[in-house]
Every structure is written in structure tokens, then in C-alpha cells.
């Protein structure tokens, strides 16, 4: 994967195309997740580095299609309680394999049972996450 990433930049040299809007989407997607958890360690299993991946890459793909996420107020205290209950019923899911769960948790537990690397399972868990994030932006 890293060689077909060289790949496809070697011809740029030291440039990559649209550098600035890369850096502003980054940006704009981390400081979305700051500010929906500014402590990172009380966000329920958005604190682990595969789920906070999946977290990061379902908002910046939500912003880079126009979806605004809330920043502050009522809007961003719905979307962290959202982000923590979901986070709790995929826990619940992966304790009790019956436990009676949403069915983007039940997905997104089951896609990171095993092989979180596995690109079928990375879109699993996107596909969840931007289902819960999209009720919320506008």
C-alpha cells in the first residue's frame, strides 16, 4: 500500500497537488473531533487508534462533502452524547453478542472483531459512523 502511495506522488517531486486543501481538510476534521472531545480519553472507544481512524476519516469524508458538523452548543453536546452511546452499545455488542444494539453498532461491532485493517471492515465501520454523524450536521 505505501509503495502504490509513493507511486502515485513520485512525479510531483517535493509537491503534492492541492497540498493546502489537504492540510485545511485535515485540520478542519481534527479540530471537529477536539471539539466534540476535548479530553480524547473520555471518549468511550474513540480513544483507541483504530476507532479514532474510522472517527477522523467518517468526519473529514462528511466535510469534504458539504456536511457541517455542530462545533459548539446544544448541536455539539448531541453529537458527543451520540458518538458515547453508540460507543456503548458496540461495546455492549462485543460483551454479549445478543445484546440488543442499533444496527450500525451491530456492524461496527462485528467489523472490528477481527482483522480492524481489513478494508471491507474499515468501510463497515465508515459507513456506521457517518450514518450516526449525518443525523447531527446540516
Do not use: C, W
Not at 506522488?9 to 492540510?23: A, G
Not at 456492524?107 to 447531527?136: C, F, P, Q, W
Amino acid at each position: 500500500m505505501i509503495d502504490e502511495y509513493y507511486s502515485n506522488f513520485e512525479d510531483y517531486d517535493d509537491e503534492i497537488p492541492n497540498e493546502e486543501d489537504i492540510k485545511d481538510q485535515y485540520e478542519a476534521a481534527l479540530e471537529t473531533i477536539e471539539a466534540v472531545f476535548p479530553q480524547l480519553k473520555k471518549g468511550g472507544r474513540f480513544k483507541n487508534l483504530a476507532d479514532f481512524y474510522s472517527l477522523f476519516v467518517a468526519v473529514a469524508a462528511l466535510q469534504r462533502n458539504d456536511v457541517t458538523l455542530p462545533d459548539s452548543g446544544k448541536g455539539l453536546i448531541g453529537l458527543r452524547d451520540a458518538l458515547l452511546a453508540f460507543s456503548t452499545e458496540v461495546d455492549e455488542r462485543l460483551s454479549d453478542p445478543k445484546a440488543k444494539v442499533s444496527d450500525p453498532a451491530i456492524k461496527y461491532a462485528k467489523a472490528i472483531e477481527k482483522g480492524v485493517n481489513d478494508k471491507s471492515r474499515r468501510s463497515a465501520r465508515h459507513k456506521a459512523l457517518t450514518t450516526i454523524l449525518a443525523k447531527h450536521g446540516t
